[in-house]
């Protein structure tokens, strides 16, 4: 058998219904997981200490997960690989136009091949490996009690046109309680998880009432993979049972006699509902008169199978012992994987939200709802971000790197306020740079500003910065050219030992030369002369 990874939904559902007081042998009749992994996380939760009247928080159930999920794969038995030698050699036998039944696959093993291996261990090797099942006799399945159990199904009605006057096909999901055979009939264009939440919601609120159990078929709203003895449940699906408190018994593929008490009536709402009837393009109508049917019609009619009312029968026996209906709509979510980018993000419903370092270039799971987003690494939930609309970004600087946090963010104040750290006039000549009206053109100059700080230090930038700033020169280039010919100068004496000027200009004069008004001392020698 295939590896089965046992995700959060799954092992919350194995606890859910051990708390309920089903055994591990019923946990696996529902086709959750096998006998044998069921027993391990009930004896792992009982070993924590876990009663059946706690609360089943995300810690409990990791914590529960991984103390099961952490252990060396088991090594198949002799008679597992001699079987898995014959494969071929089973399957032409099993899959032949007239079929051999497995006792004689068994002795043709044993006398043609040499293979040693039990019968039971045949049985669950074509289970497992080959998706064989025996041919199952027709017995009569009694009925459930009142209140346990609904079967649900979608039927195709037929041709209607919508708002926008285009001719569509149009589905109704049946919800059949199987005690009374009282039905709720939702019409819809699609056949979507959110539709199939919004169908049973509004089937809960028809009822008054939450059956414990369900049956539907492998609709593909509600199953990832049909399989005939280990489908998997859609994760969204799964939390919306958890959330109404029922079980799910899915009907096996192609096997419409799993499910009879609503598969029969699909034909049924097909002609007495909907044929013959002329339907407004407004969907909301078509519902109501939908439920107007079921409730007035379909629902006082003697049944033909139970030759009682199902209405009547459904308001004495079963209301009373339904499950509480909810009070709020379900939010439902969606299950998907996202891949986390060089620059921390992920995207999401055509969102980005941001992860640690350490996850950059990993895949991880994501649950998506109305108002959050969080990413999980097996059963663990390694962040969470409130829900942007598309085109949004959601980023925690924490997520970053301490020394990339500024250069994420792009904040002008915390740029000035690591100028400030290196000196004072650094960060007067950082304030100067970033004062216009778009600081965000500047701010290469004020990383720049800093990297000088790094390489020539910071006292001779905040030299360079005092004598920029007193001659109103804002131009970091300008700066780093200073510092870089006193660093030469400092170069050139620290090699020869002398200390060498910088070129006097040929037509350089005394700044008396330049004065407008006569210097005292030159008038007065002026009139000495005189």
Partial sequence: MAFREMNMIDVREVLRRWQAGQSARQIDKSKVADRKTVKRYIDVAVECGVERTDVLTDEIVAMIAQKVQERPAIEPSDEWKELERERKRIEGWLNQEEPLVLTRVHELLERDCGVKASYRTLVRFAHRELDWRERAPTVRVNDSAPGDEAQVDFGRMGYVRDSEGKRRWLWALIVTLTFSRYMFVWPTYVQTIVALCGALDAAWKFFGGVVRWIIPDNMAAAVMRAHPTEPQLNPSFAEYAQARGFFVDLARARHPKDKPRVENQVPYVRERWFAGETFSSELGEIRAHAEIWCHDVAGVRVHGTTRKVPRELYEREERARMLPPPEAPFDVPTWTKAKIHPDHHAQVSRGLYSL???????????????????????????????????????TDENDYPSEKVSYAFRSVDRLKAQAKERGEQVGAYAERLLSGPLPWTKMRQAYGLLRLCDKFGAARVNSACASALAFDVVDVPRIERMLKAAHKLEEGAATTGKVTRLPQGRFARDSTSFATMAQPDVAKEKGDER
């Fill in 356 to 394: 640690p370092t350490r996850y950059i270039g990993h895949e991880l799971k994501v649950r998506v709802d109305s108002v959050s987003v969080r990413f999980y690494v097996g059963t663990e939930v390694v962040k969470t971000h409130a829900r942007v609309p598309p085109g949004g970004r959601s």
